[in-house]
C-alpha cells in the first residue's frame, strides 16, 4: 500500500510557499504585475479602515453569491466552501469564515499558475482558471473545486479572487469520487490542473464540458463550477468600483498592510508565550478497505520568539486513500491556528501565514507524493493533521497566563462521513453526503465546558443541514437526530456532547449505494488537556432487515437500537455496501475532549449534566467519583470517599490529602502551566509542582516524565461510549496518564497503542 511508483514529469505540480520576489521576478514579462511603489505605501488611518473594512464585505458578498447560485447542500446547507482576495502575487489578503482549509491551499493554486501559465496559455484580462489538484492546490481533494480569477487594472496584474466549494462528484469509479479501495489516484477521480475555464469573460463550453461530463451528477456540478465564476464576477465588479472611487495604489497600500498587520498582531501574541515545544501524535484507523492497522501523525511544535514551527518528522509513509498532499497539511495547521490563535485577528491569511513554518519528509500520510490516493484527505490526514496542531496549541497557550481563555481541547476528532447513492423519491440520480457530524462537539476550556453539538473546529460557519431540507433533497426519513449522552470528554470542564442520527430509506424504489468512512472508532481522536479525558469515539451502525415499518405504521417512531429489532451491523472505518429498503444507518462522530483532572469537577455541575442528560449516572460515578442519590442530589460524603478511592487506585501515597480543587482565582496566575501543573522557584531553580499537593516534581518536562507516576486504563474504562478496538483494528490501545505521586491528580493524558513504550508529553 506504500509502494508507489515514482511518475517522472509529476514533480511538475507540487506548488509550495516561494519566497514573494523571487515568485515577482519568475513570473514571464509578457504578464505586466501591479507594483506598489515605495513613496505609495502610506494611507491615512481613517482610509484604511474603509478601505479594510470594505474589502471584507467584499468577499462575504462573493460568499454569499455563491449560495444564492449553488444548488449543493454541501454548500447551501452546510457552508463547506472557501473565497478569497488576493493580491497580484496570491497572498491572501482577505479570506472568508467557511471551509478555512480551502483558502489555506488556495494561495498556492495562485502561485503555481502565476510560474506555469503567464507565458502559455496566457493570463488576460477576463480569464478564469479552474482548478481541482491538490498538489497544486485550491482544494484538499479532487473533489474541491477552485475557480482562480485575475483581476486587472490598466492592464497589469492587480490582484486574484478565487472561490472553492466541495462538488459531489467529480467522477471516478465510485459515487461521491471517493473509492475506499484505491491504493493509489488513478483509481480515483483525477485531478485537473489549473484551466482556463474562462476566456476574455466567456465560458469556455469545451472545457466545462470535458469537466462536468465526467460525474453522475453534471447538472448539479456545472451549476455550482458557474456559481464559483459569478462568485468571482461579483468580487470583480466591487473590487474594481472600490479602485476607481479610492486609487489603485491606495487600494493596494491597504491591501499589503492588512497582510503586514495581521502578521504583526500574530508576532505579538507569540512573543508573549514563553519559548517551549510540544508534543502530539494521533493514529489513523484503517488506510484502505482491509487494512487492520493504525497510521501515526507526530508532530513537535517549537516556538522560538514570535515564530512557530511544525515538524511532522517520524509520521507514518503514505497508504492506502486516507493521504492528503502538502496542501493538507498546510490546511491543518490552518484549521486549528486561525480560531483559536487568530480568533480576533482579521483574517488577512497571507500575513498569518509568514508565521511559521512547516517540515516533514515527502510521502508521508500528510505530505504524500503523487500517485497517491488523496480521495478523502480532508477527513482523514487533513483533519487528524488539525488535532495534532490544535493539542500542541493548547499546551502552548496555557504557558501564557494572558492568552489562556484561549485554550481549547481538541474538538470533534474526526468527520464522519455517509454517502449514499441511488434514486430519489423523483426518479432522478442521487448522490447525497450526511453533514451532520457538523454538529459534533467542542473541546472544553480552562474556564467553562465545551459547546455542545457546537461545530468542527476547520469549518467556523459550518452548520449541520435542516433535518426537513435533507429529507426534501434525498430519500430519507430520519427517525432522530439527537444529542448524545457521555460523548463529552471528562474533566474538571466538561468536553461538548455529539450529535447522532438515525435515517432510513425513504421514498426510492430499490437499495442505496453506502460508503461510510471516518477515524476515531477503535481509539478516541479528541485529546483532553491538563489531565482532561479524551472524547466519545465515533460509532456507525447499520441494522439490518428491522421492523421499522410497522413501527411507524402503529404510531411508534423507535428511539433505541433495541427497539428497531434486525441485526446489527458495527460500520469499520472504510465500507462500501448496500443499503436495503429495510434497512436502519445510525450515525455518531465523536464529541470534544475534555479539559483538567475529573475529579475536580464541580460536583454539582455533574449532578447538572447527569439530570440534562449529558453525562450518564453510571459515568459520574465512575469518571468524576461523584455520587448521586435518587433525589439527583450529589451525596457529598460519598463522593469525597468516591473520589479517594479513584486517587488510590491511580497509585497516590496520599490520596486523601486535601485538594485545591478548582481555581477561585480564575486560573489566571503567572505560575500556572494548567489545571493540574504550576512553577515554583525553590532555591532559585524553576520546579514543576502539582498544584493540587505542592509536590515537586522537577525542573523540565523529561524530570517530570521521570517523577511522576503512570496509569494505565483500558480505554473504556475512560471513555464509556468506547468499542472493542478488534472490531476495527488489530492494534489494541490504552489510556495512559502521568499522574501526581503524592495525591493521585492527572497532569497529561493520551491514548497510545499497547505495545507504545513513549511517555506522555
Known amino acids: 500500500m506504500t509502494d508507489l511508483m515514482p511518475v517522472p514529469g509529476s514533480e511538475r505540480y507540487n506548488s509550495r510557499p516561494p519566497e514573494m520576489d523571487e515568485l515577482a ?14 513613496d505609495q505605501a502610506s494611507v491615512d488611518p481613517l482610509t484604511y479602515e474603509v478601505v479594510r473594512h470594505r474589502i471584507w464585505s467584499i468577499t462575504d458578498e462573493m460568499g454569499q453569491t455563491l449560495k444564492r447560485m449553488s444548488g449543493s ?22 479570506v472568508g469564515t467557511y471551509n478555512t482549509g480551502l483558502v489555506a491551499s488556495t494561495d498556492l493554486a495562485v502561485y503555481w499558475t502565476l510560474r506555469n501559465h503567464a507565458d502559455n496559455p496566457g493570463i488576460e484580462p477576463g480569464d478564469m482558471f479552474l482548478n481541482n489538484d491538490p498538489w497544486v492546490g485550491g482544494g484538499l481533494h479532487q473533489n474541491d473545486a477552485t ?15 478565487t472561490a472553492s466549494c466541495h462538488l459531489i462528484d467529480v467522477g471516478g469509479p465510485k459515487p461521491g469520487s471517493a473509492n475506499l479501495a484505491a491504493t493509489d489516484v488513478f483509481s480515483e477521480a483525477l485531478p485537473t490542473p489549473p484551466t482556463k475555464v474562462v476566456r476574455d469573460g466567456i465560458i469556455q463550453n469545451d472545457v466545462l464540458g470535458m469537466f462536468t461530463r465526467r460525474s453522475r451528477m453534471p447538472a448539479l456540478v456545472e451549476l455550482d463550477v458557474r456559481a464559483e465564476i459569478g462568485a468571482n464576477r461579483v468580487g470583480h465588479q466591487r473590487l474594481t468600483k472600490l479602485i476607481e472611487r ?13 497582510m503586514d498587520d495581521a502578521e504583526g498582531r500574530l508576532r505579538n501574541r507569540l512573543s508573549s508565550i514563553p519559548d517551549g515545544d510540544w508534543r502530539a501524535t494521533t493514529f489513523i484507523e484503517q488506510s484502505v478497505i482491509g487494512d487492520r492497522d493504525l497510521h501515526k501523525i507526530t508532530l513537535h511544535l517549537t516556538k522560538t520568539g514570535d515564530h512557530l514551527t511544525f515538524d511532522f518528522t517520524g509520521t507514518d509513509p503514505q497508504s ?7 496542501a493538507g497539511m498546510r490546511a491543518g495547521v490552518v484549521f486549528a491556528m486561525l480560531p483559536v490563535l487568530a480568533g480576533d485577528i482579521p483574517w488577512a491569511a497571507g500575513g498569518i501565514m509568514r508565521c511559521f513554518d512547516l517540515i516533514s519528509d515527502e510521502g508521508t500520510i500528510n505530505n504524500a507524493t503523487f500517485p497517491a490516493a488523496i480521495g478523502w484527505a480532508p477527513i482523514s490526514a487533513g483533519w487528524a493533521t488539525s488535532n495534532v496542531v490544535a493539542e500542541c496549541l493548547g499546551k502552548m497557550l496555557d504557558t501564557a497566563p494572558e492568552l489562556r481563555s484561549r485554550v481549547q481541547s481538541v474538538c470533534t476528532g474526526a468527520y464522519d462521513i455517509a454517502t449514499l447513492a441511488g434514486i430519489d423519491q423523483r426518479g432522478a440520480p442521487s448522490v447525497g453526503i450526511m453533514f451532520d457530524t457538523m454538529a459534533g462537539g467542542f473541546g472544553a476550556l480552562p474556564h467553562r465546558d ?53 435515517l432510513i430509506p425513504h421514498g426510492t424504489p430499490m437499495p442505496m449505494g453506502g460508503s461510510f468512512s471516518g477515524n476515531g472508532k477503535a481509539r478516541p481522536d479528541a485529546s483532553g488537556l491538563a489531565g482532561g479525558y479524551p472524547g466519545g469515539v465515533q460509532t456507525d451502525l447499520i441494522v439490518r432487515g428491522g421492523d421499522v415499518g410497522s413501527l411507524l405504521a402503529g404510531g411508534t417512531i423507535p428511539q433505541t437500537v433495541e427497539e428497531i429489532g434486525g441485526s446489527v451491523e458495527v460500520i469499520p472505518n472504510r465500507l462500501e455496501t448496500v443499503i436495503m429498503l429495510d434497512d436502519v444507518i445510525i450515525i455518531h462522530p465523536s464529541g470534544g475532549g475534555g479539559y483538567g483532572d475529573p475529579i475536580l469537577r464541580d460536583p454539582q455541575l455533574v449532578a447538572d449534566d447527569v439530570r440534562n442528560r449529558k453525562v450518564s449516572r453510571a459515568a459520574a460515578e465512575s469518571l468524576y467519583g461523584v455520587m448521586i442519590d435518587d433525589n439527583g442530589q450529589v451525596n457529598a460524603v460519598a463522593t469525597e470517599s468516591a473520589r479517594i478511592e479513584i486517587r488510590r487506585q491511580r497509585g497516590a501515597d496520599q490520596p486523601d490529602i486535601p485538594l485545591r480543587g478548582a481555581d477561585e482565582t480564575g486560573h489566571t496566575g503567572h505560575d500556572h502551566l494548567n489545571a493540574s501543573l504550576t512553577v515554583t522557584t525553590v532555591s532559585g531553580v524553576a520546579t514543576l509542582t502539582c498544584r493540587q499537593c505542592g509536590t515537586a516534581l522537577g525542573s523540565s518536562e523529561a524530570a517530570l516524565a521521570d517523577n511522576a507516576k503512570v496509569h494505565e486504563l483500558a480505554v473504556r474504562q475512560v471513555t464509556p461510549e468506547a468499542p472493542v478496538p478488534s472490531n476495527y483494528v488489530d492494534i489494541d490501545t490504552m489510556f495512559r496518564a502521568l499522574v501526581c505521586p503524592c495525591c493521585g ?11 507504545s513504550v513513549e511517555a506522555v508529553t
Not at 147 to 160: H, N, R
Not at 246 to 258: D, E, I, S
Request: hydrophobic share 40%.
Open 450 to 502: 465545551g459547546t455542545d453539538t457546537g461545530g468542527i473546529l476547520p469549518i467556523a460557519m459550518g452548520r449541520a443541514p435542516d433535518v426537513e431540507m435533507s429529507e426534501f433533497l434525498g430519500p430519507y426519513l430520519f427517525l432522530w437526530r439527537r444529542e448524545e449522552t457521555d460523548s463529552g470528554g471528562a474533566g474538571q470542564f466538561r468536553g461538548g456532547v455529539s450529535i447522532s442520527s438515525c
Open 147 to 161: 475557480i482562480l480569477a485575475p483581476l486587472f487594472w490598466e492592464g497589469e496584474l492587480f490582484a486574484w479572487t
Open 320 to 326: 492506502g486513500m486516507i493521504n492528503s498532499p502538502y
Open 745 to 755: 491528580t492527572y497532569f497529561e493524558t493520551s491514548v497510545v497503542p499497547t505495545s
Open 246 to 258: 479610492y486609487g489603485p495604489a491606495t487600494v493596494k497600500a491597504v491591501m499589503k498592510r492588512m
Open 73 to 94: 447542500p454541501g454548500v447551501t446547507e452546510a457552508n463547506d466552501f472557501g473565497f478569497a482576495i488576493c493580491d497580484e502575487l496570491g497572498q491572501e489578503v482577505q
Open 25 to 38: 521576478q519568475s513570473v514571464a514579462p509578457s504578464l505586466k504585475l501591479h507594483h506598489l511603489q515605495q
